[in-house]
């Protein structure tokens, strides 16, 4: 399985970046952040659709950083909540690709670190997907299938 292909990407947020009282940027390597289409890369923007159907443009964005060796990553800026986006930090985001006519989208929920619905995001990524950990400074678990 590759993440290009999965459908369904989840990962631990860990603190999350951006201010303070919004912490709503996630980063991802080079290599996850391939989960996301060629297009929307090219173009640093991707469509997330909240549980209430409302669907909004939100940036993906190249960054480059020397943590003692030279790192590729992507920043996501999710919603913050006055936008109607939940807390992230230190919860589970989940990430599940869609389409309508308008082309792709990414369905988004949120839970947390030990609920019912991460530990079956984890285990549907155990049977038939890939469970990995973030190398970045902060070990992040994350999966896909």
């Known amino acids: 399985m590759s993440i290009r292909t999965a459908t369904h990407f989840w990962i631990e947020a860990g603190g999350m970046s951006g201010p303070p009282n919004h912490r709503h940027q996630i980063e991802?390597?080079?290599?996850?952040?391939?989960?996301?289409?060629?297009?929307?890369?090219?173009?640093?923007?991707?469509?997330?659709?909240?549980?209430?159907?409302?669907?909004?443009?939100?940036?993906?964005?190249?960054?480059?950083?020397?943590?003692?060796?030279?790192?590729?990553?992507?920043?996501?800026?999710?919603?913050?909540?006055?936008?109607?986006?939940?807390?992230?930090?230190?919860?589970?985001?989940?990430?599940?690709?869609?389409?309508?006519?308008?082309?792709?989208?990414?369905?988004?929920?949120v839970s947390e670190l030990e609920s019912i619905e991460a530990t079956q995001w984890e285990q549907d990524a155990r049977d038939t997907g890939f469970i990995g950990e973030t190398a970045l400074h902060h070990h992040r678990r994350y999966g896909y299938r």
């Open 28 to 109: 991802f390597s080079n290599e996850l952040a391939e989960f996301f289409t060629d297009i929307e890369r090219e173009n640093e923007m991707i469509r997330i659709r909240l549980r209430d159907g409302s669907v909004y443009n939100r940036p993906l964005t190249y960054r480059e950083k020397d943590y003692d060796q030279w790192t590729e990553q992507w920043r996501l800026g999710l919603l913050t909540n006055r936008m109607g986006g939940p807390q992230y930090v230190d919860q589970v985001i989940l990430f599940t690709r869609m389409n309508d006519v308008n082309g792709t989208f990414y369905q988004l929920e």
